[in-house]
């Protein structure tokens, strides 16, 4: 199979980054790669699926995996993986022998693991340029679950119809579910044996990236985990603050102690990202340098600076975010800029992921979340054209037509895009641009 047939395949079935902003996968495809990774770091706190999913499918997501690098001809595979996944490690140790120039790339149990620089960076010592694509340094990194839809799509010619969602926290069964894209948040968490408390917020996404969404949020291709919390928990009233009141904050406290920046992960690897003087900057409206504004594109959010390094609990993350957005409006773009040297400290400067749980008051929820494979049943799906990077998928059905499982309902836009298709049989009850109601039939 060649990149051209490999990269239609992918695109027809749907096939994105199962997690994050959802980068089309057939659009990472490509020879100049000499190494590509497949990530399973797992990187925020109580999420279990990829390593579940690997243990569960070792051989069809590592031939998938394999499958990649010989179309892609690139030299070297590597798993990375952390090395407490020890039943999953067990589980590939199995296969791999099996698939010559695939091997594993142990990470330790940090934060942020799983951020795709510095993946890269542990287990190939390649720095990616601030601003950059892995695919300039000669690496293509996918994800644990796109490397099973592919082997899905290609064996079985199954689309994405389905996804994994770690169900945990505050719920009466946690668990990993196999939803039906267009499910609700509420769905899973009934399936999850219901809140264990009243009035819960569901926080989607993960501890340290995700955001408080309503239970009506319709569960995508990028849905990696629910977290059922209380209204008085530290994530839930951090996640609330507002932007006044975290610049407000910051004037009065922030003493410029430099540990936002002394631990971000970004600034460790020698990209131009130091939130401290950020956080000075823009507290006391000096824009003598606006290089300290304009770095803020390289920031990666991954919350280490405000949820953990920071002891007033200020909020750079945040700040910089909003910054960030602002600049990419005005139509500013992120300059083109080299790295600096490693910092010899980052080893000794890693956030280990206990403690890093112990400081978001997470610990008690770290339960068994058992995967369960089967893709659950729900009366209603609210499917969304864009679940990925790129213009959304084009509708090709109309209220009324009664639609399989797996069939297309939404073709692939001009440009980088892919293919939405029917997470359920039913009835579509309404179309929009923005979305396809299917009402389920049968089971």
Same mark, same amino acid.
């Not at 892609?72 to 039943?87: L, P, R």
């Not at 610990?363 to 089967?374: F, I, N, S």
């Given at each position: 199979?060649?990149?051209?047939?490999?990269? !239609?395949?992918?695109?027809?079935?749907?096939?994105?980054?199962?997690?994050?902003?959802?980068?089309?996968?057939?659009?990472?495809?490509?020879?100049?790669?000499?190494?590509?990774?497949?990530?399973?770091?797992?990187?925020?706190?109580?999420?279990?699926?990829?390593?579940?999913?690997?243990?569960?499918? !070792?051989?069809?997501?590592?031939?998938?995996?394999? /499958?990649?690098?010989?179309?892609?001809?690139?030299?070297?595979?590597?798993?990375?993986?952390?090395? @407490?996944?020890?039943?999953?490690?067990?589980?590939?140790?199995?296969?791999?022998?099996?698939?010559?120039?695939?091997?594993?790339?142990?990470?330790?149990?940090?934060?942020? @693991?799983?951020?795709?620089?510095?993946?890269?960076?542990?287990?190939?010592?390649?720095?990616?340029?601030?601003?950059? /694509?892995?695919?300039?340094?000669?690496?293509?990194?996918?994800?644990?679950?796109?490397?099973?839809?592919?082997?899905?799509?290609?064996?079985?010619?199954?689309?994405?119809?389905?996804?994994?969602?770690?169900?945990?926290?505050?719920?009466?069964?946690?668990?990993?579910?196999?939803?039906?894209?267009?499910?609700?948040?509420?769905?899973?968490?009934?399936?999850?044996?219901?809140?264990?408390?009243?009035?819960?917020?569901?926080?989607?996404?993960?501890?340290?990236?995700?955001?408080?969404?309503?239970?009506?949020?319709?569960?995508?291709?990028?849905?990696?985990?629910?977290?059922?919390?209380?209204?008085?928990?530290?994530?839930?009233?951090?996640?609330?603050?507002?932007?006044?009141?975290?610049?407000?904050?910051?004037?009065?406290?922030?003493?410029?102690?430099?540990?936002?920046?002394?631990?971000?992960?970004?600034?460790?690897?020698?990209?131009?990202?130091?939130?401290?003087?950020?956080?000075?900057?823009? %507290? =006391?409206?000096?824009?003598?340098?606006?290089?300290?504004?304009?770095?803020?594109?390289?920031?990666?959010?991954?919350? /280490?600076?405000?949820?953990?390094? =920071?002891?007033?609990?200020?909020?750079?993350?945040?700040?910089?975010?909003?910054?960030?957005?602002?600049?990419?409006? !005005?139509?500013?773009?992120?300059?083109?800029?080299?790295? @600096?040297?490693?910092?010899?400290?980052?080893?000794?400067?890693?956030?280990?992921?206990?403690?890093?749980?112990?400081?978001?008051?997470?610990?008690?929820?770290?339960?068994?979340?058992?995967?369960?494979?089967?893709?659950?049943?729900?009366? %209603?799906?609210?499917?969304?054209?864009?679940?990925?990077?790129?213009?959304?998928?084009?509708?090709?059905?109309?209220?009324?037509?009664?639609?399989?499982?797996?069939?297309?309902?939404?073709?692939?836009?001009?440009?980088?895009?892919?293919?939405?298709?029917?997470?359920?049989?039913?009835?579509?009850?309404?179309?929009?641009?923005?979305?396809?109601?299917?009402?389920?039939?049968?089971?």
């Amino acid at each position: 199979m060649d990149i051209k047939e490999l990269a !239609a395949l992918l695109r027809q079935n749907g096939v994105v980054g199962a997690g994050g902003a959802g980068f089309p996968t057939y659009a990472k495809l490509d020879a100049r790669a000499d190494t590509i990774v497949m990530n399973c770091a797992e990187c925020e706190p109580l999420l279990k699926l990829h390593r579940q999913l690997l243990e569960s499918h !070792a051989e069809e997501i590592v031939a998938a995996f394999k /499958l990649i690098k010989d179309t892609v001809g690139a030299q070297d595979a590597i798993i990375g993986i952390k090395k @407490a996944y020890k039943q999953t490690i067990a589980a590939l140790e199995e296969v791999l022998p099996r698939y010559e120039g695939v091997r594993l790339g142990l990470l330790d149990e940090v934060y942020p @693991a799983g951020d795709e620089v510095v993946l890269i960076y542990e287990v190939t010592g390649r720095v990616v340029r601030p601003g950059g /694509l892995p695919i300039e340094c000669g690496v293509c990194v996918f994800n644990v679950e796109t490397c099973y839809n592919l082997s899905r799509a290609l064996n079985k010619q199954e689309p994405v119809v389905d996804k994994l969602v770690s169900v945990v926290a505050e719920v009466n069964h946690p668990v990993t579910l196999r939803m039906p894209i267009g499910a609700t948040v509420e769905d899973a968490v009934r399936l999850a044996g219901g809140a264990k408390i009243k009035d819960p917020v569901y926080f989607v996404g993960g501890p340290m990236m995700g955001n408080i969404l309503p239970g009506t949020t319709p569960i995508t291709k990028t849905t990696n985990a629910i977290l059922v919390l209380p209204q008085n928990h530290y994530l839930v009233e951090r996640k609330r603050s507002r932007t006044e009141t975290m610049l407000k904050r910051a004037a009065a406290s922030c003493c410029q102690c430099s540990m936002c920046t002394d631990l971000c992960p970004r600034h460790m690897l020698g990209h131009p990202i130091q939130p401290h003087l950020f956080m000075r900057a823009a %507290t =006391c409206k000096d824009v003598q340098d606006p290089n300290i504004f304009v770095n803020t594109f390289f920031c990666c959010s991954c919350g /280490l600076c405000e949820l953990y390094s =920071c002891f007033q609990g200020l909020s750079p993350r945040s700040l910089m975010a909003e910054y960030k957005n602002g600049l990419r409006a !005005a139509g500013v773009k992120p300059p083109k800029v080299e790295a @600096a040297p490693v910092n010899p400290a980052r080893e000794l400067r890693k956030a280990p992921m206990k403690r890093l749980m112990a400081r978001l008051d997470l610990v008690k929820y770290d339960a068994p979340a058992p995967l369960q494979d089967e893709c659950v049943a729900v009366k %209603t799906v609210h499917i969304p054209t864009r679940q990925h990077i790129g213009a959304p998928a084009v509708p090709c059905v109309k209220a009324g037509d009664v639609v399989e499982r797996g069939q297309v309902v939404a073709n692939p836009a001009e440009g980088l895009s892919v293919a939405i298709h029917a997470s359920v049989k039913g009835r579509v009850r309404e179309v929009t641009a923005a979305q396809i109601v299917i009402d389920t039939i049968g089971e």
